[in-house]
C-alpha cells in the first residue's frame, strides 16, 4: 500500500468529472478545494473539454499531464471502470473514488464494484472508496465533496480517524474542531472495494506523527474482523487504537445492510475480542470523544483502579463516585491521618468545611492555592493511582490561572491527572492552561471519568503483556 | 408554604452579613445582584453599620424598615438562630440561610441546623437552606452569592429546577445557557432544614408558567422519600418530573454522607418506585438535558415503541438504532408497499440510491423538499408511533430554512417528531426553525434517541392509568 503516502500528501492531483456549467457539482467543490484551498496543482478532466475556475479542462486523463500523484474520481458508476484504467495506464498510484452506486445499491452495483477492484490490483493502484466522501488531511489535503462552510476543519494534530460512514466522519470533525482536538487525518472509506480499514491502521500505526488511531467501523468482510484485530495488536503496544463499532445492536445491524451492506461474516467482533487484542472499544461517541482526546495527550499510565477525586462541590464528587463505579473505578476513603495532612494545607478559615474523605470537596470557599496544594499532599499517597480533577469555575477563589498551576503540580509526579471543565468560551483560559500542560480536560464529570477508564484499560492490558 | 411564592417574587429583599470593607464578600455580592441587577428595593444589615456601595447599611434586621418580603442571610452559622429570630419577630415570611457550617460538619452543626428549623416553624417563616447558594428567577430574582460572570443565566422559560447540589445546579444553568433552554426557577435546596426538595415540586406542580420539574437529588431523610413519590404521583399526570438521583451507587451513596450528610432512611427509593409513579428516571446528565428539554416542549404522546427514522447518512442510521435498541425502542423495516411510496416523492435522480428500510438513508444528495415529502409519506404509516430526524446538515441540498419546513410538516400530523442537529452557531437558524415550531432538537444521536425514550416513558404511563 505504498500508494496510501501518496494519496495522503500527492504533489499534483486530478479531478475527473468536473461540469463546466454547475459550479455546485461536487467534482467542482473538489477541483476548487484542491486548487485554491490546499494550492495544489489540480487538473479538472471532462470529455467535454472547456474551462473550470478559468483553468483549461483535459478531456480525459489519458490527455492529461503526465505528473499527476493522486487522481479523485467523481463521474456515474458505470464510468469508473474506463477512468480508473485510464489512471493505471498512466501509472497514477493513488486514487479516491467518491462516485456512488457499487454494492450499497445492490447487486449489479456490487459486481461494478468488484471490477474496479480488479482493475485497482491489476494496475497497482491504492483506491480508496466508491461511495466515499475523501480524505481530509489538515495544511494538506481535502477532497471532500461537501462545501468548505458545511464541514468544520479541526487543527492539525496527532488522532487519526477512519470511518466507514461519511456522515459520522463529519460529526466527528465538527466535534473534535468544537474541542479543539488536532488531527493528523480524517479518511472516509467508503465501500473499501480495495483498502479498508486495517490498511489505514496500519498505516498510521508507522506514522510517528500519529499518537491515537480511532477508527468507526460497521462490519468486516468474511476473515477481515481478525486481520482487524490482529493488525490493532502490533500496534497497540505503541499507540491506542479506539474502535467504535456500530450495527452492535440487531436493529442496528439490520441497519448497516442498507448502508455500507457490510457482510455479517465478522459480525461476532465483540468487545470481548477487542479487549483480548488490546483495542480500545468505544460504547458510544461520548466515549469516542473520550478516550481520543485523552490518548491525543499521552497520560501517563494507571497502574490500578484506586482514583482520588478533588471537587469544589460535594454534588460533583457523588455525581464522579456513580460514574467511576459504572467503569469499575474506585474512590478509596482516605485514612485519618491523610485526611488531616491534606487539611492541614488549606487556608486555615475553610479547614472546618472541607471535607477530605475522597471524594474530596474543598467547597466554594476554596481558592486556587487549596487546589494546588491539595492536590500535592494526594498525588504522594500510594493508596490512589491517579487523580480526577473535578473543577466547575464557580468558585469566586478559584482564578484562571489554575489549569496552568494546578498542571504543573502534577508534571512533578508519576501519576496520571484528569480534569473536568465545562467547554466554554469564558473557561477557556483554564482549559488551555491544563492542556498546554499536558492534563486532558472533559467537559462532563462524565467524559472525566471516561478517560480515566480509557487509561486504565490500556494501562492495564499492557501490564498483562508485560510492556509496562 | 405560602412564604414560597413570595421567596420567588419578593418586593422588598434585606441581606444581612455585608462588609462594609471587603465588596467580595458574599453578603455584599447578594446585595448588590438583588439591588442593581434585579432592581428591588434591598436593604443592607451589619451590625457596625456604615455604607455599602453608598447605601446605608442598618445595624439589625429589627432597626431596618418593615416592609421586607425576603431575608437573605450570609453569617456566620452560630449568628443564624439570632438573626432569625429577629426575622421571626419582625414578621417576615421567606428567609434563605446561605452559611455554611450545619449539618454538613457534624454532630455540631447538626443541632444548630435543628435549632434553626425550629425557630423558623415558630414564627411560621418558610426557610430554604442552610448551606446552599440561594435561589434564581430569571428576570424577578438571583441571591447566589457568585460573581455573576461566573454563572450562566438561562433565559426565561418554563423549566423548574430544584437541587441538593449548588454545582449540579450551577452546571446546569451553564448548560441550559447554552442550549437556550428556558427556566421558570432554580432552587439550591442545600441542607433542606425546613422546606425540602418535595414542597418545591408542590409548588411547581401547581404552577401554570411550569412544564417540566427536575430536581436532583441525593438522599431524602426517614419517611421523605414516600412524600417525594407521593406529590409527584398527583402531579405527573399534568407535567412530567424527572429525577436524578446521586449517589446511586454505594460509593456514591458513601460519597453523599460527606456532602449533605442525607440520612440512609430512604436510600432505596429506587429506579422502581420511580417508575412506578410515574417520576421520569434520569440516570446521568446527559438524559437529564433530553428529558428537560423535550418535555420544555410539550410534545405530543408517543402510543407506542416504534420509530421511524429519516436520515441523511446511513451511519447515523445505524448509530441511532443501536441507541434506540439499549432504550427498547424498535425501528420495524417498513413493507415493499412503504418504501416505494416514500422512493416515488423523492427527485427521481436520487430515487436509486437512497434506502427506505428504516432507517431510511437519503443521502447526501438529499434536498429540503425531498426530506419534507419523505416525512410527510413516513408520518402516514400507522406502523410507527414517532419519528426521528437526524439531520447533520452537511449535505448541500439541505438548506437553512430546513428546520421551520420539516417542522410545519409534523404539525399536521399527531406522531410526536424529534430531530438531531449539531448544537452549532452556524446551524442556529435550523436548531430555531424546528424549536419555534415545537420540535425539540437534541445536539447528538443519542440525545434525541433519549428524548423519544423520556417522551415513550411518559406516554405509557399515563396510558396505564388511564390518562390517554
Redesign the interface.
Known amino acids: 500500500m505504498t500508494g496510501l503516502k501518496t494519496m495522503l500528501n500527492p504533489k499534483v492531483t486530478a479531478v475527473v468529472g468536473v461540469s463546466t456549467s454547475n459550479p455546485?457539482n461536487p467534482g467542482n467543490?473538489i477541483f476548487r478545494k484542491l486548487a485554491f484551498e490546499n494550492g495544489l496543482p489540480t487538473y479538472p478532466v471532462n470529455p467535454k473539454g472547456g474551462t473550470v475556475e478559468g483553468v483549461p479542462v483535459h478531456k480525459s486523463i489519458t490527455a492529461a499531464p503526465d505528473d499527476i500523484e493522486l487522481a479523485v474520481i467523481s463521474v456515474p458508476a458505470r464510468f469508473v471502470p474506463s477512468v480508473l484504467t485510464e489512471c493505471g495506464e498512466k501509472k497514477i498510484r493513488s486514487v479516491i473514488v467518491v462516485s456512488?452506486?457499487f454494492s450499497?445499491?445492490g447487486d449489479a452495483g456490487a459486481s461494478l464494484q468488484s471490477e474496479i477492484a480488479t482493475i485497482a490490483n491489476k494496475y497497482n493502484i491504492t483506491l480508496v472508496g466508491p461511495n466515499c466522501?475523501g480524505v481530509f488531511v489538515p495544511d494538506v489535503l481535502d477532497t471532500f465533496f461537501?462545501?468548505s462552510?458545511?464541514?468544520?476543519r479541526p487543527r492539525k494534530g496527532n488522532v487519526a480517524i477512519i470511518?466507514?460512514?461519511?456522515?459520522?466522519l463529519?460529526?466527528r470533525l465538527?466535534?473534535f474542531a468544537?474541542r479543539d482536538v488536532g488531527i493528523s487525518a480524517a479518511i472516509s472509506i467508503g465501500n473499501a472495494a480495495q483498502t479498508n480499514v486495517t490498511d489505514f491502521v496500519k498505516h498510521f500505526g508507522q506514522d510517528d506523527r500519529v499518537n491515537v488511531i480511532l477508527a468507526?467501523v460497521?462490519g468486516f468482510g468474511e476473515g477481515l474482523g481478525r486481520d482487524f484485530v490482529e493488525a490493532c495488536k502490533k500496534i497497540v503496544p505503541t499507540k491506542p487504537v479506539v474502535v467504535l463499532k456500530?450495527?452492535?445492536?440487531?436493529?442496528?445491524?439490520?441497519?448497516?445492510?442498507?448502508?455500507?451492506s457490510s457482510l455479517a461474516g465478522d459480525y461476532a467482533i465483540s468487545n470481548a475480542a477487542f479487549n483480548q487484542y488490546g483495542v480500545i472499544h468505544a460504547t458510544?461517541?461520548?466515549e469516542v470523544m473520550a478516550y481520543a482526546k485523552v490518548f491525543s495527550f499521552k497520560p501517563k499510565f494507571m497502574l490500578g483502579s484506586r482514583v482520588g477525586t478533588l471537587?469544589?462541590?460535594?454534588?460533583?464528587?457523588?455525581?464522579?463516585?456513580?460514574?467511576?463505579?459504572?467503569y469499575g473505578l474506585?474512590?478509596p476513603?482516605f485514612s485519618k491521618e491523610q485526611q488531616a495532612a491534606m487539611r492541614e494545607v488549606m487556608t486555615p478559615a475553610y479547614q472546618?468545611?472541607a471535607?477530605f474523605?475522597n471524594?474530596c470537596?474543598l467547597?466554594?470557599s476554596a481558592s486556587d492555592i487549596d487546589y494546588e496544594q491539595v492536590l500535592e499532599k494526594m498525588l504522594e499517597f500510594d493508596t490512589i493511582d491517579a487523580a480526577l480533577l473535578l473543577l466547575?469555575?464557580?468558585?469566586?477563589g478559584i482564578s484562571l490561572q489554575i489549569g496552568a498551576r494546578v498542571a504543573n503540580v502534577a508534571k512533578r509526579h508519576k501519576k496520571t491527572v484528569v480534569a473536568y471543565v465545562?467547554n466554554?468560551n469564558?473557561y477557556e483560559v483554564i482549559i488551555r492552561g491544563f492542556e498546554l500542560n499536558g492534563i486532558a480536560v472533559g467537559d462532563?464529570?462524565?467524559e472525566a471519568v471516561q478517560m480515566l477508564n480509557g487509561i486504565r484499560k490500556r494501562s492495564k492490558y499492557l501490564q498483562d503483556i508485560g510492556k509496562i
Not at 470511518?163 to 459520522?168: A, H, P, V, Y
Not at 456500530?246 to 455500507?260: D, F, K, L, N, Y
Request: net charge negative; charged share 25%.
Open positions: 455546485f467543490v456512488g452506486g450499497e445499491v466522501i461537501l462545501p462552510e458545511r464541514v468544520a470511518s466507514q460512514s461519511g456522515g459520522w463529519i460529526e465538527e466535534e468544537a468507526y460497521e456500530g450495527g452492535e445492536s440487531e436493529a442496528g445491524h439490520r441497519a448497516t445492510q442498507s448502508h455500507t458510544d461517541e461520548d471537587s469544589v462541590s460535594g454534588g460533583h464528587g457523588v455525581i464522579a463516585s456513580d460514574e467511576a463505579s459504572y474506585t474512590m476513603p472546618g468545611i471535607s474523605r471524594p470537596d467547597t466554594g466547575l469555575p464557580y468558585a469566586p465545562p466554554l469564558k462532563t464529570i462524565e
